[in-house]
């Protein structure tokens, strides 16, 4: 299924987290992803790369079954996680979220407490017990997010009153509350300043211990500085998929080069 | 000359003038437009604008000043001794202006030449009479002093219409003069029409404003004079409301405002609920086929006029609940009107206006927070409840204060629904009514207007203007504060 066959063996074998076979997303009569085949692994940093509009996103959000919110959108073919098929219809989209977490493009807190953000997830999911776990949560939550120590003394303050990168990783924080398997992030760094994008980008690296993360990013440099394995999607293609390394520095088909070399996109 | 074709004249002129301006700019140009500071349009708009306006705003003004002047001058001139016992300047006055008026007509109507209004003498002539001939109603005989006064009044508003005439006259053509004396090729006509735009929009601004004030000042001097005659502290603290037209009427407002807040409480616990769920449905759970058509039904609600609502009330929902809760069955119910049947009709009335303005604010709130949310693994109605609910909340809560405000100040349904007792009752299937209901009542009678029976009207009035004025205010200031949220 790798566009060079050579590439499969040089992978580290690790478990297949979510296989996709032959997904095809509609939008009403636009046809927004082409038949893609991906297989991505457990505790692995996965990047998507591509120009606007290939498509990268919307597969994103294909795994969580976020695109079931918007009316138009229509999902064929095959996508399991753990072996399930994920659009099955036994399958409650609401739990599929709880399990496969999502952070997004523009950080968005709550407007609540900060504390309430982070326990938001565990409220709902019915996870803590008592007073004492949901606190337990909430902190090493945060700590996990790389935000506590900025926030533990301001637990009541608003979410929304935080910067920038703190918001992000706030809401990387209410994302890993919940205890998903899967985080996916919708270029969880472009409204950020690189200094944020630096503690962003290190706290993947750190998630990655427990999480298959899914990072859909604009910035080449971004996905070679984090990913293990990289996909470059064009017009709703995927185009070349496999370890970040090879991608980057010798890639197979034309328009991958084409475009990390700064050609096309 | 009649004001209507004064206004015309200067019209026509403003027309000219454009036509003039902007020939005048190409012909200053020799033609080509890109020789010109700003297109030809420009130029003649200028001249437009440097004519009408003026002489309208002038025009205006006079209009306004001009009665007001003569009055003074006509009643500085009435003698003492013309005023008898039991009457007042104004009011003398008041007669003066009818007879100058009611000679007017007679010669518009050819009953009498000119010179006869002019000239005639209530000693030889019974103007009384003449007068009553073309259907103006003089309640006494007139008086020479009256008579005089009045032809004296014809005569200064005359000579002052005509005076107004020359100088809005004289204005326009000054103005169509000077602009096109001004009119080159170098002329700044676009900089210049658009300050003169921003004038002419600050002027409307103006009006609406002072309109407002116009009447709220109106409703102060007529509730300080109710206050003269009825003492403030019975009108906010008596809890009987009974005028009698003769006299020895006890007029507390309480049982009113009871009544009052009793109905839209009733109307907004119908309301708020219905309205609110239609908003959430809407917003987050309607397709876009069904939002395109349910969005405009529910607001259809918004149009049908309140005596309409008035009637439902009266005929099917009073009825309706004397059925179930009257003689033949809870037992607890007189007759159709009462406060329950106001209530729920205007609750009906309230839903689209909390609906549509509670669906505005819910799809306010950014679609990045429901993301978020349903990212989470939340449910939508988990989403909605606590995050797309607490974030609109202050805004919601806007909404009901404005339909709260309406409920205060609605009369027609309460007229016709609620009855017209005056009760201090916890009963909401009795009859009350309501401050606005009485005000129609009060002014609708026979009443002499100087009567406190007929002014407590406009305390009312005020009563009912401060208390929505600031459930207003308090409401614009929770929309505000939750905009600054999201911009």
């Not at chain 1, 090879?246 to 080069?257: A, G, K, Q, V």
């Not at chain 2, 003492?231 to 309480?254: C, R």
Request: glycine content about 10%; hydrophobic content about 45%; proline content about 5%.
């Amino acid at each position: 299924m790798y566009d060079n066959p050579d590439l499969a063996r040089t992978t580290v074998t690790r478990d297949i987290k979510i296989a996709a076979h032959g997904c095809q997303v509609y939008y009403g009569d636009t046809h927004a992803i082409r038949d893609v085949d991906i297989d991505i692994e457990d505790k692995t940093v996965t990047a998507f790369i591509g120009p606007s509009g290939c498509g990268k996103s919307t597969f994103l959000r294909c795994l969580n079954r976020m695109n079931d919110t918007i009316d138009i959108c229509r999902v064929e073919g095959d996508i399991r996680l753990d072996g399930e098929d994920i659009y099955d219809k036994r399958v409650d989209p609401v739990q599929l979220r709880a399990k496969v977490g999502m952070v997004f493009q523009k950080p968005n807190p709550f407007p609540k407490s900060i504390y309430d953000n982070v326990a938001y997830g565990p409220r709902i999911h019915g996870l803590a017990r008592c007073k004492a776990d949901l606190d337990e949560i909430v902190e090493s939550s945060l700590r996990r997010a790389a935000i506590w120590g900025e926030v533990k003394d301001r637990l009541d303050a608003p979410g929304t009153g935080l910067s920038g990168g703190q918001q992000q990783r706030l809401c990387i924080a209410r994302a890993v509350a919940t205890e998903p398997e899967v985080l996916l992030m919708d270029e969880p760094c472009s409204a950020l300043d690189p200094i944020a994008t630096a503690q962003v980008e290190e706290l993947i690296d750190e998630l990655r211990g427990q999480y298959s993360v899914v990072i859909v990013t604009h910035s080449m440099q971004q996905a070679a500085r984090v990913s293990q394995k990289t996909a470059f999607f064009h017009l709703g293609s995927l185009v070349e998929y496999g370890e970040t390394g090879h991608i980057f520095t010798n890639p197979t088909d034309p328009r991958t080069e084409s475009y990390i070399t700064g050609r096309i996109g | 000359m009649p004001v209507l074709w004064l206004v015309l004249i200067v019209f026509a002129l403003g027309a000219l003038g454009f036509v003039l301006g902007r020939r005048r700019a190409l012909g200053g140009a020799g033609g080509d437009i890109r020789l010109l500071h700003s297109l030809p349009s420009y130029y003649g708009t200028n001249v437009t604008l440097l004519t009408v306006v003026p002489a309208l705003f002038l025009l205006g003004i006079w209009l306004l000043v001009q009665p007001v002047v003569v009055d003074a001058r006509v009643s500085a001139m009435l003698p003492d001794s013309a005023i008898s016992e039991g009457t007042t300047r104004d009011l003398v006055m008041s007669d003066v202006r009818r007879i100058a008026e009611g000679l007017d007509k007679a010669v518009a109507e050819g009953a009498m030449t000119h010179r006869e209004a002019r000239d005639i003498r209530a000693e030889f002539t019974d103007v009384r009479n003449r007068l009553g001939a073309v259907g103006v109603a003089l309640g006494s005989t007139v008086g020479a002093p009256e008579l005089y006064a009045a032809q004296r009044y014809r005569r200064i508003a005359g000579e002052g219409s005509l005076a107004m005439t020359g100088v809005v006259l004289a204005l326009a053509l000054g103005g169509v003069a000077l602009s096109l004396i001004r009119t080159t090729p170098s002329f700044r006509a676009r900089n210049t029409v658009e300050t003169g735009i921003r004038y002419v929009l600050i002027f409307a601004a103006t009006i609406a404003i002072l309109t407002t004030i116009g009447i709220v000042l109106s409703l102060v001097f007529n509730t300080i004079d109710f206050f003269r005659l009825y003492p403030a502290w019975d009108f906010f603290f008596g809890t009987t409301w009974s005028p009698s037209f003769g006299g020895g009427s006890e007029l507390g407002i309480l049982p009113l405002l009871w009544g009052t807040f009793y109905i839209s409480i009733i109307a907004l616990a119908v309301s708020v609920p219905i309205g609110l769920f239609a908003a959430i449905y809407l917003s987050e759970y309607a397709s876009p086929h069904v939002r395109a058509f349910a969005k405009p039904m529910i607001e259809v609600l918004a149009g049908i006029p309140t005596i309409v609502y008035g009637l439902f009330a009266l005929l099917t929902v009073g009825p309706l609940l004397l059925k179930v809760f009257g003689q033949d069955g809870v037992g607890i119910m007189q007759a159709g009107t009462a406060v329950m049947t106001a209530g729920l009709v205007m609750g009906i009335m309230l839903i689209p206006f909390v609906s549509s303005l509670s669906d505005d604010i819910i799809n306010a709130v950014p679609q990045s927070m429901r993301d978020g949310s349903l990212g989470l693994g939340a449910t939508r109605s988990e989403t909605v409840r606590q995050v797309v609910l607490p974030a609109a909340l202050p805004g919601i809560v806007g909404a009901i204060l404005l339909a709260a405000s309406r409920a205060i100040g609605e009369t027609m349904i309460v007229v016709l629904g609620a009855g017209a007792a005056a009760n201090l009752s916890l009963n909401p299937f009795e009859a009350m009514t309501t401050v606005t209901a009485k005000i129609v009542s009060q002014l609708t009678g026979d009443a002499d207007f100087a009567s406190p029976e007929a002014l407590v009207a406009f305390a009312l009035g005020m009563t009912l203007f401060v208390i929505t004025l600031g459930l207003n205010v308090f409401a614009l200031y929770i929309v505000r504060k939750y905009r600054e949220q999201y911009e």
